[in-house]
């Protein structure tokens, strides 16, 4: 590749895709797509109002215009995805920026122009768009964080999860076998009081279906208390999953080891890679990562990305 485009491929990867504090051209862009995607929703939304029908031509235009960008933006990235992914040739680069969570979510910003431009529901999968509002604070930790509490706790999570549709399900058919004779247009079947069980489990009940016999007024208020509990189960796991992951990065920032600082940057032989393979492949344990001012606790599948600073712990031989 000559120089030349090299220098200009990989200056726009750093002002795309990076998002530098230093770097006034990179803010500058952010900021810009920033806008477009706030402009694209605002006009969403603009558009299923009756009194938008008077600018319809100014909005379709604009709205032409933000994809236009959106589509510009897609491409550059694709064309520099070998710098985000320095280990894998441009080919596979570029398959594997497509089907990141960054790559997918730019596609469903654009596609919906093209494609699904006559259903309004699913223009709104050009809301998830929003997310480039995180990347200028790189905020990307915070997700990391509830990422993990929701990876580490899954097995409890479905579990709780099995309880309330059993619970929900057992709910319905009580109030199907109290309530069919006083009330069959509302309980026709078993699975008639779904809509009341729900409502009535994960709420204090919609009102629009109640019981009215002695039995079923009795089972709806041990439902009801039932529900408190039944949505305080998940939420006590995910607390608990949050207060681990504190416990795990207040006692890791504490320990005392031989652990080097390394600040990745865009040439560095760790960027792109996961943890476990940093660790097989240069026998080097990542403790802590800080991206920005966040500190995370990586597992083995977490990724280097550029600007990152790691806490390296290298066994002395």
Known sequence: MDANVYSLKKRIFQVIQIGEENDLLSKIFDWFITVVIVTNIALMYISTFSISQKYADTIN???????IIFCLEYALRLWTASFLYPNNNKAMAAVKFIFSFDGIIDLLTILPFFFLSGFIAFRMLRVVRIFHLFRINANYDSFNVIKSVLYEKRNQLLSSIFIIVMLIMASSLFLYS??????????????????????????????????????????????????????????????????????????????????????????????GLSVEEVKEKYDANIVLVQRKDVIILPKDDYRIELKDALAVYIKED
């Not at 235009?61 to 994809?67: A, D, R």
């Not at 004779?181 to 009940?205: C, H, K, Y």
């Open 178 to 271: 109290a309530e069919h004779d006083a009330q069959p247009e509302n309980f026709r079947n078993a699975f008639s009081g779904i809509w009341w069980s729900v409502s009535t489990l994960m709420t204090v009940g919609y009102g629009d279906v109640y019981p009215i016999t002695i039995a079923g007024k009795i089972m709806a208020i041990i439902i009801t208390f039932l529900g408190v509990g039944a949505v305080a189960i998940p939420t006590g796991i995910v607390s608990a999953g949050f207060v681990e992951q504190y416990t795990k990065a207040s006692s890791s920032s504490s320990m005392e080891l031989n652990i080097q600082n390394v600040i990745v940057d865009i040439d560095s032989k760790w960027l």
């Open 61 to 67: 235009v604009i709205e032409t215009i933000s994809v």
